[in-house]
């Protein structure tokens, strides 16, 4: 019998498949999956040995936890049995601005539901995701939400009004270190700079600079100053940024993304 299903099969949905896998904790024979109109399923349970069963009845039956990974825009879509399929099961759902009351409506005789909001460096086992139970979660589903979540990289419980602000940061926020990486490559060919120069200047930088964050757990103003030499490069580059507000800039873009994310729970 499979222990875990999987409702979408697409990059979040693979790779907590594949971290749950590597670290042994359920075998290939006890994961099942399941997608829309898409061929997403049958290649991932082709690439990772896991059952692909497109029958949602005959994927939940037997099946314990429940990890919705599909559109949130699908949910509706869902059949309306699933409420009774899904009886007594953990309820692990990614969607994004998709509630904990909105769940339990379509959930409503799950013994548990978790509402996660994981990003996009999940997908190398390099994300953060928060989550939020309806309810305290008991050892066994405790474990089992470390070890999905976990999958995706570092994990932790918040309460559910902090997920919108958590979206703003972690859930968004890859996109903004993506666009400035864009940024500093542009700048660099403005300064004349080859393209793949340009390129892997950028791209160093910007995980060179993330390691070293990780690795001395200094406040990053304070490795910011280690770099700045008065009078120097850095502080006229600094200077600049300050002079153009480039900490107000990012607070309106989160708070942009919170206000949006509460508005899409709404919807």
Not at 219 to 234: I, K
Request: with cysteine; glycine share 8%.
């Amino acid at each position: 019998m499979t222990k875990i299903a999987f409702i979408g099969a697409g990059k979040m949905a693979e790779a907590m498949i594949m971290g749950l896998l590597k670290n042994k904790h359920y075998a290939p024979a006890e994961i099942a999956c399941m997608c829309g109109s898409d061929s997403t399923g049958p290649q991932l349970a082709s690439r990772s040995g896991i059952l692909y069963q497109p029958d949602i009845a005959e994927l939940l039956t037997q099946t314990d936890v429940v990890v919705l990974a599909c559109k949130p825009q699908q949910l509706n879509d869902l059949p309306a049995e699933l409420a009774q399929l899904t009886a007594g099961k953990l309820m692990v759902s990614i969607l994004a601005g998709t509630t904990l009351t909105k769940l339990k409506t379509k959930f409503r005789a799950a013994r548990n539901i978790v509402r996660a909001m994981p990003n996009t460096p999940g997908q190398i086992g390099a994300g953060i995701t928060a989550y939020a139970p309806v309810a305290t979660l008991d050892a066994a589903d405790g474990t089992a939400v470390n070890n999905i979540l976990g999958s995706l990289g570092t994990h932790l419980e918040l309460t559910e009004d902090k997920i919108d602000a958590v979206t703003a940061i972690s859930g968004s926020g890859p996109a903004y270190v993506f666009e400035f990486a864009a940024a500093l490559r542009e700048a660099a060919r403005s300064l004349d700079l080859e393209p793949a120069i340009a390129q892997k200047l950028a791209l160093q930088t910007l995980y060179g600079a993330a390691k070293l964050l990780e690795a001395t757990g200094d406040d990053p103003e304070a490795l910011r100053d280690q770099v700045t030499s008065p009078g120097g490069t850095t502080q006229a580059a600094l200077e600049s940024l300050a002079s153009n507000n480039l900490r107000a800039i990012i607070t309106a873009a989160a708070t942009a993304a919170r206000d949006r994310s509460v508005e899409l729970a709404t919807i």
